[in-house]
């Protein structure tokens, strides 16, 4: 069984996730920056054909789904802050168990301890066959 988190480990993990989230809100900033440049309107009136069109609604689509990837790190990285302040940090929320300090490591922002993550992706995966 682990031990709970020492406030030593505790800061390191608050630093660990502040640097990131820092990280994140520049690079969102960035890409936001990048899409004001070049909005889909002026990369459609470039195009000259259907295929042309398809390919300037892929590259528009690609950006928003970094920025949304982005912003959902940014939403997991907050709850992780809340829950060190609120002394829930590095608790399983499943089993309540602790989460093993190698696991938050690799995962800052790990709500389950590795036993109850493997749970709830069999428990809650969408269908693994894919489908057209």
């Given at each position: 069984m682990n031990q709970p988190?020492?406030?030593?480990q505790?800061?390191?993990f608050r630093d660990q996730l502040?640097?990131?989230l820092q990280e994140l809100l520049?690079?969102?900033?960035?890409?936001?920056?990048?899409?004001?440049?070049?909005q889909?309107?002026?990369?459609?009136?470039?195009?000259?054909?259907?295929?042309?069109e398809s390919v300037a609604?892929?590259?528009v689509d690609l950006n928003l789904t970094n920025i949304d990837r982005h912003v959902q790190e940014v939403r997991d990285i907050e709850s992780a802050l809340i829950r060190i302040d609120t002394g829930?940090?590095?608790?399983?929320i499943d089993c309540a168990a602790?989460?093993?300090?190698?696991?938050?490591?690799?995962?800052?922002?790990?709500?389950?301890?590795i036993i109850c993550q493997q749970r709830y992706e069999q428990t809650h995966a969408g269908n693994s066959n894919p489908r057209l």
């Open positions: 988190l020492s406030s030593k505790l800061n390191s502040n640097a990131r520049d690079e969102i900033r960035q890409e936001l920056h990048n899409t004001d440049e070049q889909f309107s002026e990369l459609a009136g470039r195009v000259h054909d259907l295929e042309e609604d892929l590259l829930e940090y590095g608790v399983c602790p989460i093993n300090p190698e696991r938050l490591e690799a995962y800052p922002t790990a709500r389950r301890c």
